[in-house]
């Protein structure tokens, strides 16, 4: 039987770190052989921009996208191959606006999370549009934004319904900054969101198809520090709940590379932010991470193309809604069946056996890989690239250690 190639396409925006190292470690892995025996090679190319015909035959088998959520041309060329060509994508275009926070916020509360109260409140300054002032004079209702403030109560954030990277977010602790905050919204629609004070921990769990790594994180320090290096800051419970949140919220959207933000407090896990359609996988914030990042994303891309597992354009939202509708199901109940309609979508055992079966050398390689010279060139030329230059020397020995930490902690 021939060898089947399959050429793994990277959408880009300005990062080379995380593609430099998934290249090499795709370079590395060598015919990976399915059920019949047939040897699967990988082969990536970096996806570029160009004008393209609605009828031509794409190259790629799968696609990585960090670009189109911003970018409307590449992203129709990713609607046209999912639809036309049967190309895998990894994040769903289809479902991007709800990547605008405000319609994956909705969803979440319907399925009973426990999202904080949340108020979208009109524009401060409408965009330009010559129907604005007819349509204003005739519909649009007067407010008093405090009576709103008062209602969800202070503290709060104002945040934008489509943001991103704490862009745009404030925390209003009285009227005054409430006001302020509106003031300087200016053309961005916002959401204004309950605070959940007095919380334990903050969580950010990144998701690569079934795999999850739940991270504490410290968004009040500076980027290469925001990701502890512990491992047991949540209970089995609680740790299990905020995984479940996590790839139920990708598995109901179409996302299979996403990251999720939710505060704990006592036995409490609430979601705050869980639409990322481009999460960090920087080497100088994952750092200790970053290893498991670049191994998930290593095989969830080959499981997909090797298995030849199918991109879903279309989204059965209405068995999530089922379970939710249930009156005789608690909460804890309902994260389980949750947590089985997750498993099926990403084939979740099929998964495991996969690895087990046909990608058991991965482990290995990665860690030979993150321990080379090649991964230290890498790792020199990225801190060059983010930090002046006079603080080259203590951020490649700050990232050198906990990527050295990772290594050490595998015990191979």
Sequence with gaps: MADVEHIIGLLLGTEDDWPRAYEALVDRLGPVVDGSGRKHRLKTTRVTIEPFNLRDKPRHSLVIDRLAYWYYHPR???????????????????????????AAYCAMMRLGLKVPETVLVPYK???????????????NQSFDLDSVASELGYPLFMKPYDGGAWVGVSKIKDSAELHAAYDASGERLMHLQQSVEGY?????SLSIGPETMVMKFRPELPM?????VEHDFLSAETGDEV???????NAFFGWEFNS????????????????????????????????????????WTTFCVVTGRRFQVDLNTRQYFEI??????????KLAAYRKLTDDYFDTERYADFCASRLAHVDELVYDWIRSPDFDTLLVETVRATYPEHEHDRFVAHFRGLTGAWVADQGC
């Design 324 to 333: 939710a509708d249930r009156t005789d199901l608690g909460y804890r109940e």
């Design 200 to 204: 334990d921990v903050f969580s950010r």
């Design 76 to 102: 129709e060329w990713l609607k046209k191959v999912s639809m036309m060509d049967d190309v895998y994508l990894l994040n769903s275009p289809f479902t991007f606006q709800s990547m605008e926070k405000h």
């Design 125 to 139: 300054h409408p965009l330009e549009n010559s129907r604005w002032a007819y349509t204003a004079a005739r519909y």
């Design 260 to 299: 999720c933000e939710s505060l704990v407090r006592g036995t409490e896990v609430y979601p705050i932010d869980y639409a990322n359609a481009c999460p960090d996988v920087a080497l100088t914030s994952l750092h200790y991470y970053f290893p498991w990042a670049m191994k998930a994303l290593l095989r």
């Design 224 to 228: 290469h520090d925001r990701y502890a």
């Design 243 to 249: 995984v479940t949140i996590s790839r139920l919220v």
